[in-house]
């Protein structure tokens, strides 16, 4: 827990029920715009829903830290959807980012990483089930699903082209902070000078 467990209500200290006291997440989402995505995304816990929430409130940056090994592609294009819909800058930072993750990591106005953050990129994932019909239209729905990832990394500024990208990813395609800016999927290494400016950072009102 957080915050203190009494209050001052009507000029007397009350004890505050243990469903209101505020957790660290909710502190940082309430005072720093800072979203958490942690974890399997299409979990039960939709942290895109968070960010229109806080678009409504201002446009000033949000900060989305990223620690997941990735997850469902649909519920990856929603998430990078509204991250592309919502007015508010979206500051991504890296904490370890694998498959679909690296396309919410790539999708930021600003993108750092972690020193040490990991990143890996490979061919979408499915299973395959049915008679040979059924496979053949989920074979062309994988074939669509990636294709509409290489899309999202060309439209974010990665610097290759969409065969040397097919090329890569063929397996399991591992990249250390510095690989992963020269690829373009992120702009620099976090430092404790970059951080306290992103924590104070607000819209430019100008």
């Known amino acids: 827990m957080f915050y203190p467990r009494t209050a001052e209500v009507n000029g007397e200290k009350a ?19 800072m979203v958490f995505v942690t974890g399997v995304l299409g979990g039960e816990y939709d942290s895109h829903d968070t960010l ?7 446009h000033d940056p949000i ?3 990223i620690t997941s090994p990735g997850g469902e592609l649909d519920n990856t294009f929603l998430f ?8 508010s800058p979206i500051i991504t930072i890296g904490r370890y980012c694998a498959s679909a993750a690296v396309l919410l990591l790539v999708a930021g106005s600003k993108r750092y990483l972690f020193p040490h953050t990991k990143v890996m990129m490979h061919l979408a994932v499915g299973q395959v089930s049915g008679d040979i019909k059924t496979w053949e239209i989920q074979q062309r729905q994988m074939v669509l699903y990636q294709n509409k990832v290489i899309d ?3 439209d974010c500024g990665v610097k290759r082209t969409r065969e040397q990208i097919m090329i ?5 395609f591992w990249l250390e902070p510095q690989e992963a800016i020269d690829y373009g999927l992120c ?3 976090l430092t404790p000078q970059i951080w306290q400016e992103i924590i104070k950072e607000k819209e430019d009102t100008k």
Not at 52 to 58: G, H, K, P, R, V
Not at 80 to 87: E, G, S, V
């Open 80 to 87: 990078y959807d509204t991250m592309r819909m919502i007015k």
């Open 63 to 65: 900060k989305m830290v």
């Open 187 to 189: 702009d620099a290494i």
């Open 52 to 58: 229109i929430a806080l678009d409504t409130i201002s």
């Open 152 to 154: 999202i990394l060309l």
């Open 168 to 172: 890569d990813i063929d397996r399991e």
């Open 15 to 33: 004890l505050v029920d243990e469903s209101q006291v505020v957790g660290y997440r909710e502190h940082l989402t309430n005072v720093h715009r």
